[in-house]
């Protein structure tokens, strides 16, 4: 990430720093090495520049994934956005009271009109599949208010390169269908300037005017490491490592060797004598025509005799002869029942647990609350004590996304200039036990 001093405020550009020049002049940058630049606009997202339509075709496919990312979606949001005002109890404890979104009456008004629940669930969705998401907000004529805020879909984002005077990501590209070769000069693209992460309302509010912007995008991120551009979340590993196309495969698997494998349980031969004995002379006169009716016969009369329930138990009468050679007494039929291996069927289940293990571990969701399980195979223990202990972890490790989460509320808040003691948060169910809680649940900050 690199350095821009502008008017001596500090902000964070993403990109990277080949030299800082820290000057007495009025406009300071960063500066990039000009082969970062590269030659389209863009940075490309993927070497096909369409990553996330790859791997959301991958992960729609994919049952385990799918769900952990809806359980991780909805615990995020928990029980909503609400407003609380923090205090201090009588006895110096720490003490949130919730205020109404309906008694703030500016505040109730802007949430109706910009359907902020919404708003917030369409972001929560983006930061926990890429975590990147793109708030856009519309300013009025003259600067002073922020009149409206939605949401960019993330996999629809493109970043234009790093600027590499200023050091800074300076727009950003929505386009419904992004290929390869998309020119960002394309009827079907849309330009939207992109305003740092690290400014504050009053920086945000001196920029616009200076740039005579109506209307950005201020994108939101869990932290990079060491990404220029776009982040590469570790929940992804079993996507780019191949884990999610492995369970993928194992329902095609499947349904071919079950569609293709032979499902026999009697092998019947015939034994050429038998017809030579039963037909006598005549069996030399027929034709291969009349000799291949009597075969299709006889195999469909033993069919019909060994299968279906009805049969059940019945007994067959073979014909037995002495061979002609040796003396030896010989069966003209013989039957030998015979099973059927099954083992792809157990192959194809062991893969499935250890993918999803894989898939859900990476994604961050314990298979106790996803009530994981392979018939034959269990996922880990998933009695209810488990259950409300690895939700409270859970809960306990959102604190740190749910800051990012909330940073388009609280610039909301600083521009429009609402009550600076007015602080956002998401409710959190916690589970508890039926002695202490009749609904099983209860909800905090």
């Not at 092998?267 to 291969?288: A, G, M, N, Q």
């Not at 994604?363 to 259950?387: E, F, R």
Request: overall charge neutral.
């Amino acid at each position: 990430m690199s350095s821009v001093y502008y008017n001596d405020h500090f902000s964070v550009g993403m990109g990277k720093v080949s030299a800082v020049t820290f000057s007495d002049s009025k406009e300071k940058h960063s500066t990039i090495n000009p082969e970062e630049t590269g030659s389209s606009k863009i940075a490309p997202w993927g070497e096909d520049n369409r990553y996330p339509q790859n791997f959301m075709a991958t992960l729609k496919k994919n049952g385990a994934g799918g769900s952990s990312y809806r359980f991780l979606k909805a615990a995020h949001y928990g029980q909503g956005f609400q407003i609380f005002r923090e205090d201090t109890s009588k006895d110096g404890k720490r003490d949130r009271k919730i205020i109404p979104i309906k008694s703030l009456t500016d505040i109730n008004a802007f949430h109706r009109k910009c359907k902020i629940d919404r708003f917030f669930t369409e972001i929560i969705a983006d930061l926990e599949t890429f975590n990147l998401a793109f708030p856009e907000f519309i300013l009025s004529n003259d600067y002073n208010k922020v009149v409206s805020i939605k949401r960019l879909q993330t996999a629809k984002m493109r970043y234009e390169r790093i600027n590499p005077k200023s050091g800074l990501i300076e727009n950003a590209y929505f386009c419904h269908n992004w290929q390869s070769g998309t020119s960002v000069d394309s009827e079907f693209v849309q330009k939207i300037p992109v305003v740092d992460s690290y400014f504050g309302a009053e920086q945000i509010k001196e920029y616009c005017k200076a740039k005579k912007l109506h209307k950005f995008t201020m994108p939101i991120f869990y932290p990079l490491i060491d990404e220029t551009y776009y982040p590469e979340p570790d929940h992804h590993s079993v996507y780019r490592n191949g884990w999610m196309d492995v369970v993928n495969a194992i329902p095609d698997y499947k349904k071919a060797y079950s569609k293709n494998q032979l499902n026999i349980k009697y092998l019947v031969k015939v034994s050429e004598e038998y017809f030579l004995r039963t037909y006598e002379e005549d069996w030399k006169k027929f034709t291969p025509e009349k000799k291949k009716e009597i075969r299709t016969q006889l195999t469909e009369a033993i069919d019909e005799h060994l299968s279906g329930n009805k049969n059940a138990g019945k007994s067959i009468q073979v014909t037995r002869f002495k061979d002609r050679t040796t003396g030896d007494w010989e069966d003209g039929i013989t039957i030998e029942e015979i099973g059927t291996k099954n083992d792809g069927e157990g192959k194809g289940i062991l893969d499935a647990s250890a993918g999803n293990q894989e898939i859900m571990s990476a994604i961050g969701t314990d298979p106790n609350l996803m009530g994981a399980g392979i018939p034959g195979n269990k996922l880990g223990d998933s009695g209810g004590s488990n259950k409300r202990e690895a939700f409270s972890i859970l809960n306990a490790l959102f604190k740190t996304k749910r800051e990012t989460t909330l940073e388009p509320w609280r610039i909301l808040r600083d521009y429009n200039g609402w009550d600076e003691n007015l602080e956002g948060d998401f409710a959190v169910t916690n589970l508890t036990t039926l002695d202490k809680n009749p609904t099983g649940t209860q909800n905090e900050f």
